[in-house]
């Protein structure tokens, strides 16, 4: 049974799934325990100067869940988690599985508007946080949020810091290990955020059978194993970084995780250096500034034997500087927090490996890619791509409405991605039709920054739209049209500084606002966001960045 306000899979397919030994009935609170029977001494997780055995990441987890319990987390509850790549970020998860709470993954850089939406849109009962973190105190906003919404009783401070009154700190978190029970693994395991096509982000459900089968499959697919060293470059509460194969891909395989603090090459080549590093998973922006730092690094990277690139579009040219300049293979991932993966394959063919997206990683994933009326379009035809399958969600958490649009009646769907596929049945990402920026990896809604421009004092209509940029990949260009003549309007620097303080994480902000007198409209009457994208794309406007 899924939790309420999940939709699930139809019941003849869950059985097919079952039947074909796809979902196995695993229980991921059950995952550490049995890591530590297969694994026992092995190094788990390498963060900072801590490196921690398979058997004290399960005693850990077994104490932390019994604390948890013991400070009121009961099954079915939803707590908001948002920590840095510390091992405590992989202790508090699967803690929160064991005692049959549901994690909602929230970014770091998430402030006060994403954070109290994730805790009324999940209906959290807790929330844990790192404390003072990058200067914000993050124990602060939520004991804010406790004070205003009923529903909020928890909030657990993981930093290192003096605790506010009425938050527990992370001593406060630990207890004798407890017997709980076990969860149904057909029930939601932890919540990932969509990259969002609405106002306001989305969250999906992920079961414990399906990311199970996921983090396996990938796992198996890249040849993990006992000596796999992980790097968690990316944030870690990114599907990607999580489990493709990710952290919970590399520990289910015996490897090794080691947690980076950031992504950036100085700290990571170090670490593939120091831990012998075989696997990590970056963005293209990420990509592009490793390619850079090689040139004066002379950091021994040998050891990596694969680079997966995914999460935006990666451009040839930058595709075929990563094997001859950083000496590993590059796997090329498409995928999506919602669920399909698709991914290179070591024998890929270089023209393949470097122009395509590959392929799905289930032979039980489902792929259409249809026109404008939902047809079928031949290969090499683009159109939108829908999908379903063993570990693709069938419905958005508490949300019917936008459910209704986001899937077709058959349970496809629709990924707002536009995609061809090869002959030979590989994917090929052509662009998008969803109302998305995809700044250096990080996926902003225009509907969620539109909406709080609308809200800034003399804005009378708000478009925002994807400007291509050399090294984000885009950036976020907004036309703006005021209320009164264009003197009176609020400069990019005010408009950055209001978002900022209405509580918008800072990556959301726009780079740039031009005011215009309207927006242009398409025949139907909408905005019309092509011709607002080819005009910020125009070389005629500035490319100075940091000025109004
Ligand atoms: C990953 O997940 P999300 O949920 O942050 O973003 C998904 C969207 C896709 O629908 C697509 O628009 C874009 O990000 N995307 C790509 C891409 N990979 C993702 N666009 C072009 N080329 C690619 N290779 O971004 C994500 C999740 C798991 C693994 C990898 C990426």
């Given at each position: 049974m899924m939790l309420d306000g999940c939709t699930p899979w139809p019941a003849e397919t869950a059985a097919h799934y079952r039947g074909a030994g796809?979902?196995?009935?695993?229980?991921?609170?059950?995952?550490p325990r049995l890591w530590a029977d297969a694994y026992?001494?092995?190094?788990?997780l390498v963060a900072g100067p801590d490196r921690i055995s398979y058997l004290e990441l399960a005693d850990r987890v077994d104490r932390t869940a019994a604390g948890f319990v013991r400070e009121g987390v009961r099954p079915g509850d939803r707590i908001v988690l948002q920590l840095p790549n510390t091992a405590r970020f992989v202790e508090v998860a699967f803690a929160l599985f064991r005692a049959g709470a549901k994690p909602v993954f929230s970014l770091t850089s998430h402030r006060a508007q994403e954070v109290r939406h994730l805790c009324e849109l999940s209906g959290a009962s807790g929330y844990v946080g790192p404390g003072v973190f990058r200067g914000f105190d993050h124990t602060a906003l939520a004991r804010r949020l406790a004070a205003e919404l009923p529903g909020l009783r928890m909030v657990f401070d993981m930093g290192d810091g003096p605790v506010l009154e009425g938050a527990v700190p992370a001593s406060g978190i630990d207890a004798e290990p407890l017997p709980l029970p076990a969860n149904?693994?057909?029930?939601?395991?932890f919540f990932l955020l969509s990259g969002g096509t609405t106002a306001l982000p989305k969250l999906i459900p992920r079961t414990h059978d399906d990311y199970a089968y996921q983090t396996r499959t990938v796992a198996e697919l890249s040849g993990l194993g006992p000596g796999s060293v992980y790097l968690a470059a990316l944030p870690v509460e990114f599907n990607f970084t999580w489990g493709c194969p990710g952290v919970v891909g590399t520990l289910s395989s015996g490897g090794t995780v080691v947690l980076a603090p950031d992504a950036t090459a100085d700290v990571c080549f170090r670490l593939i250096e120091r831990e012998r590093v075989t696997l990590t998973s970056v963005v293209p922006t990420v990509a592009r500034l490793w390619l850079e730092e090689r040139q004066w690094s002379d950091a021994?990277?040998?050891?990596?034997?694969v680079l997966q690139i995914g999460g935006a579009r990666l451009e040839p040219e930058l595709a075929a500087r990563i094997t001859p300049e950083l000496g590993c293979r590059l796997q090329q991932v498409f995928g999506m927090a919602e669920g399909l993966l698709s991914m290179g394959r070591a024998d890929d063919d270089p023209h393949s490996a470097l122009h395509t997206q590959g392929r799905p990683v289930s032979p039980a994933d489902e792929i259409r890619i249809v026109d404008a009326s939902d047809a079928p379009v031949p290969p090499g035809v683009t159109g939108e791509l829908l999908t379903r399958g063993p570990y693709t969600l069938r419905g958005y958490y508490r949300a019917p409405g936008h459910n209704a649009v986001a899937f077709?009646?058959?349970?496809?769907?629709?990924?707002g991605d536009l995609a061809s596929l090869t002959p030979e049945g590989r994917l090929v990402v052509e662009g998008?039709?969803?109302?998305v920026v995809v700044r250096g990896g990080d996926k902003i809604a225009a509907g969620e920054v539109e909406a709080h421009l609308l809200a800034v004092p003399g804005i009378a209509a708000a478009a925002v739209v994807p400007v291509p940029d050399e090294f984000l990949g885009e950036r976020i260009y907004a036309f703006l049209v005021s209320r009164d003549e264009p003197g009176a309007v609020p400069p990019l620097s005010l408009l950055k500084a209001t978002l900022h303080q209405r509580g918008l994480a800072d990556f959301k902000l726009p780079d740039r606002a031009e005011y215009v007198a309207d927006l242009p409209l398409t025949p139907l009457g909408k905005i019309d966001k092509k011709a607002l994208s080819a005009a910020a794309a125009d070389p005629a406007r500035s490319r100075d960045w940091g000025q109004d």
């Amino acid at each position: 049974m899924m939790l309420d306000g999940c939709t699930p899979w139809p019941a003849e397919t869950a059985a097919h799934y079952r039947g074909a030994g796809l979902w196995r009935g695993t229980d991921l609170g059950s995952l550490p325990r049995l890591w530590a029977d297969a694994y026992g001494t092995t190094t788990a997780l390498v963060a900072g100067p801590d490196r921690i055995s398979y058997l004290e990441l399960a005693d850990r987890v077994d104490r932390t869940a019994a604390g948890f319990v013991r400070e009121g987390v009961r099954p079915g509850d939803r707590i908001v988690l948002q920590l840095p790549n510390t091992a405590r970020f992989v202790e508090v998860a699967f803690a929160l599985f064991r005692a049959g709470a549901k994690p909602v993954f929230s970014l770091t850089s998430h402030r006060a508007q994403e954070v109290r939406h994730l805790c009324e849109l999940s209906g959290a009962s807790g929330y844990v946080g790192p404390g003072v973190f990058r200067g914000f105190d993050h124990t602060a906003l939520a004991r804010r949020l406790a004070a205003e919404l009923p529903g909020l009783r928890m909030v657990f401070d993981m930093g290192d810091g003096p605790v506010l009154e009425g938050a527990v700190p992370a001593s406060g978190i630990d207890a004798e290990p407890l017997p709980l029970p076990a969860n149904d693994p057909s029930d939601v395991a932890f919540f990932l955020l969509s990259g969002g096509t609405t106002a306001l982000p989305k969250l999906i459900p992920r079961t414990h059978d399906d990311y199970a089968y996921q983090t396996r499959t990938v796992a198996e697919l890249s040849g993990l194993g006992p000596g796999s060293v992980y790097l968690a470059a990316l944030p870690v509460e990114f599907n990607f970084t999580w489990g493709c194969p990710g952290v919970v891909g590399t520990l289910s395989s015996g490897g090794t995780v080691v947690l980076a603090p950031d992504a950036t090459a100085d700290v990571c080549f170090r670490l593939i250096e120091r831990e012998r590093v075989t696997l990590t998973s970056v963005v293209p922006t990420v990509a592009r500034l490793w390619l850079e730092e090689r040139q004066w690094s002379d950091a021994d990277l040998s050891s990596l034997q694969v680079l997966q690139i995914g999460g935006a579009r990666l451009e040839p040219e930058l595709a075929a500087r990563i094997t001859p300049e950083l000496g590993c293979r590059l796997q090329q991932v498409f995928g999506m927090a919602e669920g399909l993966l698709s991914m290179g394959r070591a024998d890929d063919d270089p023209h393949s490996a470097l122009h395509t997206q590959g392929r799905p990683v289930s032979p039980a994933d489902e792929i259409r890619i249809v026109d404008a009326s939902d047809a079928p379009v031949p290969p090499g035809v683009t159109g939108e791509l829908l999908t379903r399958g063993p570990y693709t969600l069938r419905g958005y958490y508490r949300a019917p409405g936008h459910n209704a649009v986001a899937f077709t009646e058959d349970g496809f769907y629709r990924t707002g991605d536009l995609a061809s596929l090869t002959p030979e049945g590989r994917l090929v990402v052509e662009g998008r039709i969803k109302d998305v920026v995809v700044r250096g990896g990080d996926k902003i809604a225009a509907g969620e920054v539109e909406a709080h421009l609308l809200a800034v004092p003399g804005i009378a209509a708000a478009a925002v739209v994807p400007v291509p940029d050399e090294f984000l990949g885009e950036r976020i260009y907004a036309f703006l049209v005021s209320r009164d003549e264009p003197g009176a309007v609020p400069p990019l620097s005010l408009l950055k500084a209001t978002l900022h303080q209405r509580g918008l994480a800072d990556f959301k902000l726009p780079d740039r606002a031009e005011y215009v007198a309207d927006l242009p409209l398409t025949p139907l009457g909408k905005i019309d966001k092509k011709a607002l994208s080819a005009a910020a794309a125009d070389p005629a406007r500035s490319r100075d960045w940091g000025q109004d």
